[in-house]
């Protein structure tokens, strides 16, 4: 049974340019989380999808932006790329009906130069 | 005051010895996780509590909900158990569906 899987590994863009960011749940869970965790920070909650809707969203600009598929996969699309943006992007997963456990994906790493 | 607190911030120890990590939290939760990240690396969950204890391994986790705190003990540490230690919890409200982390614990284990 794969975990959650994420993918690149990582990426590097320049400033202006777009990014989409993949990922697949664990199996059996309908429910993806996307955080951002910047050099030496916490993590930071971009948003959460459920049935291919977005269910909460932090406190980042809508140049960020998401999707979920049919089945439960979810994308991380990042318009106009800032040196900000540069950080570890984790995907988490997990099943709304049942347990709080979230699964996490190893990240993607964004350098934005 | 932050809603999640760990303690303590940073902790070194010798290889063997038997380690301690503590989290305190404020808000009504419906589980605790226990989470590790290697320097670089991704995260891992580790434990997710909502009562009692759990083990895996090395590691053991508790909650006592009454007193609104969880420890992570690590028993025989060695050096690759170096890492940050994260608590963090799943708030009770059914219009939050985000984890409020805590600040992590960086433990080094020395040789």
């Known amino acids: 049974d794969a975990g959650v899987t994420q993918s690149p590994t990582h990426l590097i863009k320049t400033r202006g340019q777009q990014v989409t960011l993949r990922c697949s749940p664990k199996s059996g869970h309908d429910t993806v989380s996307w955080y951002q965790q910047a050099l030496g920070q916490g993590p930071q909650f971009i948003f959460q999808y459920y049935e291919e809707e977005e269910r909460q969203r932090g406190n980042f600009p809508d140049r960020f932006s998401g999707h979920q598929f049919p089945n439960y996969s979810s994308e991380l699309n990042v318009n106009a790329l800032l040196l900000g943006d540069s950080a570890l992007y984790l995907c988490?997963?997990?099943?709304?009906?049942?347990?709080?456990?979230?699964?996490f994906g190893p990240g993607t790493r964004l350098t934005v130069t | 005051k932050n809603e999640v607190e760990q303690s303590p911030q940073n902790l070194t120890a010798q290889e063997g010895e038997f380690i301690t990590i503590n989290c305190s939290y404020s808000?009504?939760?419906?589980?605790l996780h226990w989470l590790q990240q290697h320097p670089g690396g991704g995260i891992v969950s580790l434990f997710m509590?909502?009562?009692?204890?759990k083990k895996h391994g090395r590691l053991i986790a508790t909650i006592n909900i009454q007193e609104k705190h969880s420890s992570l003990h690590i028993t025989a540490s060695h050096p690759r158990d170096s890492a940050v230690y994260i608590c963090?919890?799943?708030?009770?409200?059914?219009?939050?569906?985000?984890?409020?982390w805590g600040a992590g614990t960086k433990l080094i284990i020395k040789p």
């Open positions: 988490a997963s997990s099943r709304v009906e049942g347990s709080y456990e979230q699964y």
């Open positions: 963090a919890v799943t708030p009770y409200m059914d219009s939050n569906y985000q984890l409020i």
């Open positions: 808000v009504g939760i419906s589980a």
């Open positions: 509590l909502s009562s009692g204890k």
